[in-house]
């Protein structure tokens, strides 16, 4: 296919970005990506085997863990445990980190902050999920046992991050820092294609993303700038459209294209909100800050949060700069996040 990257080559050009990585952190980005094509598969062909439905268990969130799940949890961790340049992983759907012993992985310099399936309950009604991940080099000696500060790191820090969605098409999106790419899996010849290169997310947009059942535990900031999203102003593109897949990485994947706001608040039952810091709130917002969004808490950047235990939690407001400004007004002035 003359004149197609592919993920592969796209990561080996690019190393010289890292110099001193001497291509670890290609590999690592390559595995991630041999596990997505793995789990892939088993997505696309969920509704003929028995990998739909709950597994009977619950996670460390305590939430209910679908077959899926366990399945993408396995392979991705499999892969990384195989690739030899991952030291250990974090993972949505285990209580501790996990460490790797064998001799290839035991020197290697980064550790994995992942949530294999976002958004797994929408399988069974066959609406996209994805997988989101994020890359630190670790901060412990060489030759020495993981700890918990290998992971308890800024998203500021972050080495790379990024996502894969599994819809139509199955994306893989990442950033090293040096903007985003998007490459889409061409199955033809079972690769992933650079199919967006550089994205940029618009500086403003007509969606808000909001699970809006939760309105009435919302604070009076956020009602009252969900009330501006639903006025008639013409000459600010109002009112914006409501567009809730609740899928992070489909919502946050549509508003980086088309321009929008994903907001995932407090409430006055969990006022923290439900998403975790490491493995979906800071790769989310590195990749965001790379293509010219925002991404907060409603008042803190969240590449800035420290967080203080593997499973932490954080609202976020996030997508197209212009929306997120305004949203942190309207905290501002009434209250809340």
């Known amino acids: 296919m003359i004149g197609v990257e592919t993920l592969d080559e796209f990561v080996i050009r690019k190393q010289t970005e890292y110099p001193y990585a001497r291509g670890d952190l290609s590999r690592l980005l390559r595995d991630l990506g041999l596990a997505a094509k793995v789990v892939n598969r088993e997505v696309n062909k969920a509704g003929l085997v028995d990998i739909l439905g709950s597994a009977g268990t619950t996670n460390v969130q305590g939430e209910e863990v679908k077959k899926l799940d366990v399945y993408a949890n396995t392979r991705f961790i499999a892969a990384l445990e195989l690739g030899g340049q991952c030291r250990g992983v974090a993972s949505e759907e285990n209580k501790d980190f996990i460490t790797f012993h064998d001799e290839v992985s035991k020197n290697a310099k980064y550790i994995v902050a992942l949530d294999p399936l976002d958004g797994s309950s929408n399988i069974d009604v066959n609406i996209s999920v994805g997988t989101i991940f994020s890359i630190y080099r670790r901060v412990s000696p060489d030759h020495s046992p993981l700890t918990l500060e290998d992971f308890l790191q800024k998203g500021s820090q ?29 199955p033809s010849i079972g690769e992933f294609c650079l ?30 700038y969900l009330r501006y999203c639903r006025e008639i102003d013409k000459p600010t593109n109002r009112p914006y459209s409501s567009r809730y897949i609740g899928s992070m990485v489909a919502d946050i994947h549509r508003n980086l294209i088309t321009g929008g706001i994903f907001i995932y608040p407090g409430t006055a039952d969990a006022p923290k909100g439900k998403l975790r810091v490491l493995y979906e709130c800071n790769p989310m917002a590195f990749v965001v800050e790379q293509a010219g969004g925002r991404a907060t808490d409603g008042a803190r950047r969240i590449l800035d949060i420290e967080p203080g235990e593997l499973h932490e939690r954080t609202p976020i407001f996030i997508g197209s700069e212009d929306m997120v400004l305004k949203a942190e007004e309207f905290l501002r002035k009434f209250g809340g996040c």
């Not at 199919?195 to 009076?220: A, D, R, W």
């Open 158 to 186: 972050q080495a790379a991050a990024g996502y894969i969605i599994y819809g139509s098409s199955t994306m893989l999106v990442y950033t090293t820092g040096y903007g985003v790419n998007g490459f889409t899996l061409d």
């Open 195 to 224: 199919s967006h290169p550089n994205m940029s997310i618009p500086k403003t947009g007509k969606i808000y993303s909001v699970n809006q059942g939760n309105f009435l535990s919302f604070s009076e900031g956020l009602k009252q």
